[in-house]
């Protein structure tokens, strides 16, 4: 790909406690990711892919190494920049769906338009066009803990993407599913982050879902050590 990517990771490593009781997390790991392409990082439980996904988005800071963002230098950003990129330019998907209980699903997807500046009538409108593209406008109105884990989860792939983000992060998404909603949630992932032309990383130890990016790297002990297409 020609095109300057919507991510570049160089040479990240990251540390955390200091001298003797020091441990390495991540070492030296490289990574690019372009607009359309959904990248996979999989690897067993505690192997990094969750530290690196973290750095990747501005969750976290390496302690060493170079990350940048839509052009962004992240070790350049203080905390309030790095709050409005990810408000404006950022998608979330985790294992968990993390909805606010006090809010209904059209609300809780709305959520992050609201934080980055549009107005609520707007925003409302949007997230329940979002909302029925995962077949669950007819739950608009309903409280989190009146839906099932697998619609909880559909609405938080809504959420990520309403904003038409430039790239969504999926730290596990179907990791607390069963098989046929996950299957279902993996469809709708990738259905919705390819029509928006989303860059997308996915972190996951579930080779099936790694199956469909367009891109798989694997993280062992810290370090990104191949990074392929698939097929």
Known sequence: MTASP???????????GRGDT??????DCHLEVHAGQIVAIVGKSGSGKSTFANCLSGLDRPTSG?????GH???ELDEAAMARLRAEHI????QKDNLVPTLNLEENVAAPLVMSGVKLSAALARARAALDEVGLSHRARSWPGQVSGGEAQRTAVARACVNEPAIVFADE?????DEENGLLVQELLRTMVKERGAATVIVTHDLDLAGGADVVATMTAGTLRTAGRVG
Do not use: C, M, N, W
């Open 91 to 94: 998608g979330f998907v985790l």
């Open 6 to 16: 919507v991510l570049r990771a160089e040479g990240v490593s990251r540390e955390f």
């Open 66 to 70: 170079r990350i940048t963002l839509l």
């Open 22 to 27: 020091a441990t390495q997390v991540l070492h």
């Open 173 to 177: 998404p179907t990791g607390a599913l």
């Open 73 to 75: 230098d992240l070790a």
